[in-house]
């Protein structure tokens, strides 16, 4: 799961493997494969530095 913050400031856990596509218009629109899209204050470079924190953490013994 990656934190983001909604732009009214509420924190959100969106699961990673439902994230379809990000893009920058200027802040951060997360689309998920159910069709339903969030606007964040993160920028993409965070979410995907998340993820990838995320996937090394599964893949790597004591990884973090």
Known sequence: M????????????LNIFQIE???TIPETKIKMMNGDY???KD???????QIR???NGCMIPGGH
Not at 3 to 12: D, F, P, S, T, Y
Not at 43 to 49: F, G, H, P, R, Y
Request: glycine fraction near 4%.
């Open 2 to 13: 990656v934190k983001v913050i909604r732009l009214n400031g509420e924190v959100l856990y």
């Open 38 to 40: 969030f606007l964040v």
């Open 43 to 49: 920028s993409a470079d965070s979410v995907l530095e």
């Open 53 to 55: 924190a995320f996937m």
């Open 21 to 23: 596509s990000m893009e």
